[in-house]
Structure formats: C-alpha cells, structure tokens
C-alpha cells in the first residue's frame, strides 16, 4: 500500500498543499516521500527514502517545488526495491512530460517489461512496477499520435492501460502544462477520491488516496473515482470524467477498512470508523452466540487500529474497557521490521502493559488482525506477566492465510501464522486460553453495511481467491522467494552497495 495525491490550484503553489496532504497519508507508506511539481514547461521533483518531515525538511527544498499542479506519494514497499531511485513520483519524458504516482501493485508487470522492451521500445530504469505502469500509460498517449492533448486522448490512454495491465492500481499522473488525471483499476481494488475548493480564482482540485487527505486543506469530496473511471483536471480547472473500462466490477481490498485506512477517511462511500464499530459488534454477537458463559472481565485493544473495534465489543459485552497497553510512538511500525528476532524484540519495546489493568482478571485483548502473530504471542505473554488469570485474544478479522498481491506488503504463506492452521492450533501456539476470529461473512456485512451497493470485496488474504484471476502457483512461488525474510534480507545487503543517488 503506498499513498498518493494529486492538486491542480487556481490560486495557489501546491507545495506545501501536497506536503499536508502526504503528512496525512503518512500512514500509507513510511518508507519514501516525493513531490513534483509543474511550472510553464519546468518540472520540480524532489523524492527519498525516509518518511514525509525528513524527506522535506526544510523552506529551501520545498520553495523549489514551484507550480500551481502537482503529484505527490509516499511509498510502503511492495514489487520491486526500496532504493531512493524507487522513490515516486516517476518521470517519463516521451510524450508531453508525464509523472505518475501508483498505489497497487502489477500482477503481470513481468510480462509488461517484455512488451514495453520488445513492442513499445520503451525503457526502464528501476525493478518497480509503477514504472512500467507510467511507460504503459505513456505508450498510450503517444498512440493518439497528437501533438496537441484533449481529455480524449488522456481517456483512450487510460483505456489502453486497462487493456493491458492487470492488478491493483490507483493513480494520479501530472501531464506537464497539461493537468492531472487519477484513475483506478477495473475492480477498485485500492482507493481514491477527489474533491474540490471554492476560490476567488475559481475551483482547486485534489485526487488522493483517502479522504483524509482533503480534510485539514478544506476540500470538499466529490466522490470515489469509480473501479475503472478516469477523472482529469486541466490546468484550467476544468474536472472531466469517464468510465474508461469495458466491464468494470467494483471490488476493493476489504484489508484497508480492517487495519490500512486511517478510521477517519470514508472510501467508496464506506466510513472506515463505523466499519470498525460494526466489526466490534459482530465479533460481539459471535462471542455471545458461541459462549454465553463467558467470563471476560475487561476488553483491552492493542493500539491503535483495534481501538474502535474493541471499544463496541466491550460496550456489546458489556464489559469494561480499558487501555492495557501503552505505545511508544518512537519505535518504528514492528511489521516492517527485518527478521524475527527484531521484531520481536521491538514488540516489547513499542506495547508497554499498564500492570493495574491486568492482576487478577479474565483479559480479553483485540487486535485488527494476526498476522505472523509475533505481536499476538508476545502480547499473550506481557499480559499474563502482568498478572492476568486468563488471557483470551480477539481478531477483528479472519485469519489471514494467504499473501496479498495487490499492493500490501504482506509475509509470504510459509511466514504467516494461520496458513495450514486450524484455530485451535493457532491457540496453542500464541499461547491464548481461547482465540476468536471475526468470520469472513461478519467482516463483509460489517464493512458492506456502509455501502450496499457493493456487492464483492477482494478478500483475497482471508481466502486465496484473487479477485483478477490471474495469480497462479507460480506467481506465489516467485513471490514467496521475492518477500521471505531470507531474500529481504540479501537485497538490503545488495542493495547497499548499489544505492543510486538522489534522483
Ligand atoms: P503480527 O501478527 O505480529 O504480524 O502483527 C499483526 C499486527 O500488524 C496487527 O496488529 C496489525 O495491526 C498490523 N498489520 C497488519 N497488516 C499489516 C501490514 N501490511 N503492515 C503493517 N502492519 C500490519
């Protein structure tokens, strides 16, 4: 998952715009920051591997991102490496000047690389898929054969993308002097919406990821781009729309109302909050069904995502809730972490147990999900030295059990917890005196309740079912080499020697 955002201003530079707007998609992606910027025929990039406030930290740097239209990202590491050369927004020269910042992740970018090499005779410069997207985008626009660009073009390119890229992608791509276009896969799967302001000098827009984004810059969503559609905004201020896929079919990734999406965003009409709320009450309800006699003293959330959820379920059970666990907000995300051991070591360092909350009582924690189980385990672990009699564990979604393909970094099969294990194994081996998991059905109607119309999310890490069709047991094979520890960890080594400078 990484964040991306786009502005075109009537009124104003969009630099520190687009910082404020990455700042609040911070979440999405922590791991490198960019900016570009257009002004008459100059681009402004500015991109590196840190978060947001390190990337662009200081007056001088941002004073040089000059222009009234911009793209912005922020990346969390997906396909390809984590070099600052990687860093987005990127850049194509051929035709019209395009920058293009993704959020998603090619499943069939292998075979994209061949076309583009061998049909296109277009060329790349890194391993990431959003740069074979920007060439495929760009190879689009020069078919139209034009010299001078109408929203046309830019919508039968964007058709052509659809055509021959499969995945997850939703985009904001700057066509320099020109404007900026968001657009989305066929299904959905990732998010973003777009939004307006009212100026003096008429109307600025923003396409972002989340919703978010828009609030603190006083914009006003309009809608989601829909799964396929394509929304341009000229220089001029003039928003275009059009649905630019054959058999659109909404579907998006039921992952981000669980644990990716700040809960104060609203995405494809869905506010994250209330999604949140109406898992907690449905893991309520099972409880209540499954164990009546239940002996829960208190419900303890592990911060922060699980908060929403756990304060419902508690309110549902009618038990207390209480903040057991206090997080430092110095550590680094524990996921992220390289290697087991750090992780682990890190979990400790980042949950701290408020002792009181625990001596003596029934505990029941609630996390948004398990993943490797790492935190889980070692929760279960710091709660009973706390001095909990039982210790029972929560998760607001099912068990995750197959790896995400379309953009999230998720561990491989071998390396996730619940793969080719049943509950009760699961038990055992976290340590709980009893493990509940949200069933699938319950999370779709919690997250579905928001937006009926939807009628398919791709819940693909619960399941093994991708929703494009496309994945075989070969392209998990390749992932599975491509993400474990082990190779994360003999890239990084490599990678250290190769580093490109700043682009
Ligand atoms: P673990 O089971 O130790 O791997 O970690 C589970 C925790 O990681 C949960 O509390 C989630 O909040 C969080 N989490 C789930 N998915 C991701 C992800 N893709 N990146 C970072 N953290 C995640």
Redesign the pocket.
Known sequence: ?CGIAGIVSQQTAVNSELFDALTMLQHRGQDAAGIITNEGHRLFLRKENGLVRDVFNNDDQMQKLKGMMGVAHVRYPTAGTSTSAEAQPFYTNTPFGISLSHNGNLTNAEELKQELFLEDRRHLNTESDSEVLLNIFAHELLQRGVLRLTPEDVFAAVSGVHLRCRGAYACVAMITGFGVVGFRDPFGIRPAVYGVRETAKGKDYMIASESVAMDALGYEMIDDIAPGEAVLITLDGKLHKRQCAANPMYSPCI?EHV??ARPDSVMDNIYVYKARLRMGVKLAEKILREWPEHDIDVVIP?PD??RVAGAELAARLGVLYREGFIKNRYIG????MPGQAQ?KKS?RQKLNPVDIEFRGKNVLLV??????????KEIIEMARDAGAKKVYFASASPPVRYPNVYG???PTSSEL?AYGRSVEELEKMLGADRLIYQDLPDLIEAVRAGNPAITRFDCSVFTGEYITQDITSEYLSQLELFRSDAARAARSKSQTAIELPNA
């Open positions: 998952m992952f644990y990716l592990i995502t699980s995300r524990t996921f992220i992780r979990v996390d948004d999900s398990i993943v490797r189980g790492t935190t889980s999230i970094d998720m917890v």
